[in-house]
Nanobody
C-alpha cells in the first residue's frame, strides 16, 4: 500500500485548501483512512478518519465544522477540504491507512503512511 499526499500550500487566514491523498496497492480488505498533522514543537494530531467502505467519518474537535474528509473509491483518492483556515492550522499534513473495519472511534494504529504536505497560513 502506498499513499501520496498533495495539495498543501500557502494561504491567508479564512481561505480554503483541499488536500488529496492518492492510494494504491489496496486489496479487498476493509480500510480506514485518516489525516494527521504535526506542527513544529507539537505532537502529531489525528485530524479526521473515514471508513473506505461506508464513508462514515470522525473529526477532532479542533477542526470540526471547518474541515471535511471524503473519499473517492473509484479513483482511490482521499480528500481533506479545509475551510476557514486559522493561524493554528499550519502543519505538515499526513495521510494514513489502517486495515480493518472502522469502529466507533478512529483506529489506534495505522500501518501505512504517506509523506507530508505542508500547509502554511499567513496574513
Amino acid at each position: 500500500v502506498q499513499l501520496q499526499a498533495s495539495g498543501g500550500g500557502l494561504v491567508h487566514p479564512g481561505d480554503s485548501l483541499r488536500l488529496s491523498c492518492k492510494a494504491s496497492g489496496f486489496g479487498r480488505e476493509y480500510y480506514t483512512f485518516a489525516w494527521f498533522r504535526q506542527a513544529p514543537g507539537k505532537e502529531r494530531e489525528e485530524v479526521s478518519c473515514i471508513s473506505r467502505t461506508t464513508g462514515r467519518a470522525l473529526y477532532s474537535d479542533s477542526i470540526k465544522g471547518r474541515f471535511t474528509i471524503s473519499r473517492d473509491n473509484a479513483e482511490n483518492v482521499m480528500y481533506l477540504q479545509m475551510n476557514i483556515l486559522k493561524p493554528e492550522d499550519p502543519a505538515l499534513y499526513y495521510c494514513a491507512a489502517a486495515r480493518g473495519f472502522m469502529g466507533s472511534t478512529c483506529p489506534r494504529t495505522y500501518e501505512f503512511w504517506g509523506q507530508g504536505t505542508q500547509v502554511t497560513v499567513s496574513s
